[in-house]
């Protein structure tokens, strides 16, 4: 069966830190991958997204990247994080379209 | 931005009732659309999906209904427990491999 990893659950970074988070799918091959960010009590927005390896697409302006070195890693970088990167980050996968499936989440607090 | 949204924020259901919650959605090339639920501090959880094709899609005391002609989703859920209190997001497939989601409707069981 599928299933998907993200860590860290919480991080507390200090303003001009970086960011670096991971997110691991197993048990399928050449899943799309998602990173959101949701703020407190919002709807979830897309970050980025990829549809294969090395290529990432930005849905918004922002501090932050997106990398996908292997077929199944995603991560989420930043180099100076700013106070408003504070919030719910979420990984997710899909195949051909369908199917969505969420990570477990990161709370990010940026101090 | 957002191009789905659901008509009402929050809401209140007896234990052991029937709760409706309702979703428009605006772009009618969508052909697909999921519902989550999500606890608190969880990344969201699949509840049913639909495709365009059909108007209602069946799970385990859940029926979603799908209307397109007034671009119109709802979500269903029978004898309402305390356990369904949650936040609850529908999304469309607003194709390209992405979904959009609506800010989410708190439901919550009063015992």
């Known amino acids: 069966s599928q299933t998907i990893h993200q860590w860290p659950a919480t991080l507390v970074q200090p303003v001009g830190s970086p960011l670096s988070l991971e997110c691991t799918v197993e048990g399928t091959s050449n899943p799309n991958l998602y990173w959101y960010r949701q703020a407190a009590g919002r709807g979830l927005q897309l970050l980025f997204y990829s549809v294969g390896i090395g290529q990432i697409s930005s849905e918004v302006p922002q501090n932050l990247s997106a990398s996908r070195p292997q077929d199944r890693q995603f991560i989420l970088s930043s180099k100076k994080l700013l106070l408003s990167d504070s919030g719910f980050y979420l990984c997710a996968w899909s195949v051909q379209n369908y199917g969505y499936t969420f990570g477990s989440g990161t709370r990010l607090t940026v101090v | 931005g957002e191009s789905v949204g659901l008509h009402l924020p929050t809401l209140s259901v007896q234990e052991g009732d029937n709760s409706i919650i309702n979703c428009a959605y605006s772009?009618?090339?969508?052909?697909?659309f999921i519902w989550y639920k999500q606890e608190s501090g969880k990344g969201p959880q699949f509840i049913i999906d639909?495709?365009?094709?059909?108007d209602k899609r069946q799970g385990q005391r859940v029926t979603v209904l799908l209307n397109k002609t007034v671009k119109h989703l709802s979500l269903q859920i029978a004898a309402t427990q305390p356990g369904d209190s949650a936040v609850y997001f529908c999304?469309?497939?607003?194709?390209?491999?992405?979904?959009?989601f609506g800010a989410g409707t708190t439901v919550t069981v009063r015992a």
């Open positions: 639909i495709r365009s094709n059909m």
């Open positions: 999304a469309e497939n607003m194709g390209d491999y992405k979904l959009s």
């Open positions: 772009n009618s090339a969508s052909d697909y």
